[in-house]
């Protein structure tokens, strides 16, 4: 079988298989094991399905009951301390993936069935039957069966609707060289100005591949050593997929070595090039958002093709990198993950995803302080059409793309998200997306940086190269995904809609909270704001209060309780500020803006005022608090 046969064989199945489950009743289970209720329910009615009509074993995924409890592992960690909150998440979902997996692994291994077995979510993807999966549903350890679909992961180019990429006709060489129309919107071109440039970061992309040696791109390549000239490849880069003589011809045979097998587009090479890319040496500009981060990649999707597992495995060589071929339960070193991965693919729940596998796996690298970007989607400009894993996840960015004026793309997914029923806005921020320059390779294999593609895949990684420039610029947010995003968001450039929400306002479901402005982003991090509260009752300094802070742009909120003197204090000046230093004392940091403050008595939530706070602004807060029987009373 040729390459484009197997392209082909595997666009059939999965349309077969769509169309299968589209038709197949739910009707009682052929074979001949005869599996309690109880047991049968463990298995999603679509896998059910799939596996009753499959003539030969498939991949599906066993999810186990005990998942770990992480913010118990995180509440044991230092909590300013990203690297040791994700030693200890590693060493604690290690130790229990291959603690509660061995009954089910041993039991696999003596009967010769071959899986592969995960951490960040405690399953295992397993090939099997029908028969299989109805034993596997018995067993207590199991808590259900979900499929491992081959999914498309970038959408097809057809002219009929939108889609995830689409070329533009561009001259291969540029007459006139000027910058991505992307950085100087965003500003990117003035925060290096500043001196930051994403120095001391290492982005990560999971995606079609890379062309590592693109000279844009190699001279930020993790693994590149240019006083050498040797190249590492082992925990800079993973291949989920392996190598096929077949499937794989376009790749070296050692998976070792990274490649992008998407011919024409290369998706994953282009996307990194909007992060870090650099094309002076080939005498034309920087491409990239941040030219002096350093990047690692993995290859989740096969010719455009991913699964739940090929993503799953992905992101667990960026949480603790380990070599290809290695074992990620114990050979992963937690110390070189990326501070930032972007992640321009989607994984439709329509054609099987498993959506809360994917939800528990961003969860825990936010947990871990990994900033986790993604892309919204190309399903617009229908409302709700953010509905697809990751994008979809309130643990990561959903980035929309919009074009060199501003404007939202048509294309872009729009929000509220529905279909987990939580309502909840997407996307978070828009980007530039349309017509983004960045790097591939010719129709003849050279290199090229006039590549110019649309979808929110571009947008995507502005975003993530902007995490890089905002953490180079202010080191003391490393890892602190949740002040990051709220800086984003706070700083980004607000745009009014009524599409999707029937009311003009911002932050909307087209462009979220608005538009990346990284130079904003960077201003509003390094003048922070200082605010304490002193609460007194009948004369007394009111002890171990709940004072909660909101920020009503966000809605995010900050708690704390008050001292012995009856205070609370958020932010540092930034004259104050050490990188270097992160003690549990040291107060949260807080940025420009107007919030709600509010007392926390019980279930009830007690206003004292709003207060607003310009940059850089020093605020001291004396309230008498009287308790009446109702309501409270504030001085």
């Known amino acids: 079988m040729t390459k ?20 197949t009743p739910c009707v009682a289970l052929a074979q001949s094991v005869d599996p309690s209720t109880a047991a049968q329910a463990k298995i999603a009615q679509s896998l059910a399905n799939e596996l009753s009509a499959a003539q030969d074993p498939i991949s599906f995924l066993v999810i186990l009951d005990e998942q770990l409890d992480l913010q118990t592992v995180v509440s044991t960690a230092s909590a300013d301390d990203a690297l040791e909150r ?24 003596a009967r010769g069935i071959p899986y592969t077995a995960h951490y960040l979510v405690n399953m295992l993807e397993v090939r099997g039957d029908l028969a299989l999966a109805q034993q596997l549903a018995q067993r207590p350890e199991v808590e259900r069966l979900a499929r491992n679909p081959t999914v498309r992961g970038l959408d097809v180019i057809d002219a009929s609707r939108p889609v995830w990429l689409t070329r533009v006709s561009l001259p291969l060489r540029s007459t006139n060289i000027t910058l991505p129309w992307g950085l100087s919107y965003t500003h990117a071109d003035d925060v290096w100005a500043l001196g930051f440039r994403g120095q001391g970061i290492v982005v990560a992309g999971q995606d079609t591949g890379v062309v590592w040696e693109h000279p844009a791109l190699k001279p930020a390549y993790r693994g590149w050593n240019a006083a050498a000239m040797t190249v590492t490849h082992p925990y800079n880069w993973f291949d989920a997929w392996g190598r096929d003589p077949i499937d794989d011809s376009e790749c070296p045979q050692d998976a070792q070595i990274p490649c992008d097998d998407n011919i024409g587009s290369y998706h994953g090479t282009h996307t990194l090039g909007t992060m870090v890319g650099d094309a002076t040496p080939m005498g034309d500009t920087v491409i990239g958002m941040a030219p002096d981060a350093a990047w690692i990649a993995c290859r989740n999707m096969r010719d455009g093709f991913g699964t739940p597992s090929s993503y799953t495995a992905c992101f667990e060589f960026f949480f603790a990198p380990f070599p290809q071929g290695g074992d990620k339960m114990t050979d992963g070193r937690p110390e070189l993950a990326p501070h930032v991965i972007n992640n321009s693919w989607s994984c439709p729940p329509v054609e099987g995803c498993d959506v809360n596998s994917l939800r528990n796996v961003v969860e825990t690298m936010r947990a871990a302080g990994i900033y986790v970007a993604a892309s919204a989607g190309n399903s617009g400009p229908s409302c709700s059409s953010v509905n697809t894993p990751i994008g979809m996840h309130d643990a990561v960015t959903s980035v929309g793309a919009h074009n060199n004026s501003g404007v939202i793309a048509g294309f872009s997914s729009r929000g509220p998200v529905t279909i987990d029923g939580s309502g909840r806005l997407k996307p978070d921020l828009s980007a530039p997306g349309v017509s983004v320059r960045s790097a591939g390779l010719t129709f003849n294999g050279q290199p090229t940086v006039n590549l110019s593609l649309s979808g929110t895949s571009m947008a995507s990684p502005h975003v993530a190269g902007a995490v890089a420039l905002l953490w180079s610029a202010t080191p003391e947010l490393i890892g602190d995904v949740d002040l990051t995003e709220q800086i984003l968001l706070k700083s980004s450039t607000p745009i009014s809609a009524s599409n999707c929400s029937n009311v003009s306002q911002s932050p909307n479901p087209v462009y979220g909270y608005g538009n990346l402005n990284i130079l904003a982003a960077v201003e509003m991090a390094n003048a922070p704001v200082t605010l304490t509260v002193s609460l007194q009752n009948a004369g007394h300094p009111m002890v171990d209060a709940l004072v909660m802070l909101t920020d009503i742009r966000t809605g995010f909120q900050y708690q704390q309780r008050t001292d012995e003197n009856g205070s609370v204090r958020w932010g540092r000046a930034a ?20 919030y709600d403050l509010n007392l926390i008595v019980g279930d009830r939530i007690l206003p004292i005022g709003e207060i607003s706070l310009a940059k850089g602004e020093s605020l001291t807060l004396e309230k008498a608090i009287t308790w009446l029987w109702f309501p409270l009373i504030v001085n």
């Open 4 to 23: 484009i046969e197997g392209i082909v064989r595997r666009w059939w199945a999965a349309a077969v298989v769509a169309l299968m489950l589209a038709v």
């Open 86 to 109: 994700r030693k200890a998440l590693y060493a604690a979902l290690t130790a229990h993936a291959q603690q509660t997996q061995a009954p089910l692994r041993a039991w696999l291994d």
């Open 575 to 594: 004259d104050n500020r050490d990188s270097a230093v992160h003690t549990d004392a040291a107060p949260p940091l807080l940025f420009t803006g107007d």
